[in-house]
């Protein structure tokens, strides 16, 4: 079965500093990843997503994510937050193609700082 | 050309009622899944419809079940609702079984008292 472990619960950064969200994934094939954000109340908006090819990853927002097979991680990162950016961020690994079932950590919550 | 749109917003019911939520897919998508947000917990699959099927189903009781339309919408049913069935429900929808493209709506968030 597939799982996603996202170690970090809640993470403090200040404005203009740089981010590192971590994602560890279990699933037995090539998965298909991706991190979603949600801001207070509303639903998921999609950031980006790894399927095949080139291990990085640009998404929206600015932000990126590198796959890594042999650590089974797939970090999002970001160069320098806004304070627009503080919300909760999950990632997420779908099984094979043609099935759409996502399964999501539990999430980490990013504070921005001024 | 509007997104994922989910019905209602917000809703209030007694432990041991039913509740019916509703959800249009994007244009253009005709799979619909369905997902279980708790407070502080990332989305759990409930199930997904595909040519108004149930094709995959996660790990939740037959209190919930769900129907798909032949214009793709869908509804999500809970029965005998308990106080843990409180959470934001979220529905997504794709082009096809894909996954590769998925949108989510902005929820329905069920308070049960």
């Known amino acids: 079965a597939q799982s996603v472990t996202q170690p970090d619960i809640h993470i403090t950064v200040s404005e203009g500093a740089s981010l590192e969200l971590r994602c560890n994934y279990s699933?037995?094939?090539?998965?298909?990843l991706f991190w979603y954000v949600q801001s207070p109340g509303q639903g998921l908006q999609l950031l980006l997503k790894y399927f095949s090819g080139d291990t990085l990853v640009q998404g929206i927002k600015g932000f990126e994510a590198e796959f890594k097979r042999s650590q089974s991680s797939f970090n999002l990162r970001k160069p320098s937050v806004h304070w627009s950016d503080a919300a909760e961020y999950f990632c997420?690994?779908?099984?094979?193609?043609?099935?759409?079932?996502?399964?999501f950590g539990t999430g980490t919550r990013l504070t921005i700082i001024p | 050309d509007a997104g994922v749109t989910q019905s209602p917003t917000h809703l209030i019911k007694t432990r041991g009622q039913q509740v019916t939520l509703r959800c249009s897919p994007k244009s253009g998508h005709d799979t619909v899944s369905w997902y279980q947000q708790a407070l502080g917990q990332g989305p759990q699959f409930i199930f997904q419809?595909?040519?108004?099927?149930?094709?995959q189903r996660g790990n939740f009781p037959d209190r919930f079940s769900g129907h798909q339309f032949p214009n793709y919408s869908s509804e999500l049913n809970v029965n005998a609702l308990l106080l843990g069935d409180s959470a934001l429900y979220l529905c997504?929808?794709?082009?096809?079984?894909?996954?590769?493209?998925?949108?989510f709506g902005e929820g329905s968030w069920l308070t049960v008292v």
């Open positions: 419809y595909y040519e108004e099927e149930e094709r």
């Open positions: 699933y037995g094939a090539t998965p298909y």
């Open positions: 997504a929808s794709s082009p096809d079984l894909s996954g590769n493209t998925i949108y």
């Open positions: 997420a690994v779908g099984a094979n193609f043609g099935n759409e079932k996502l399964t």
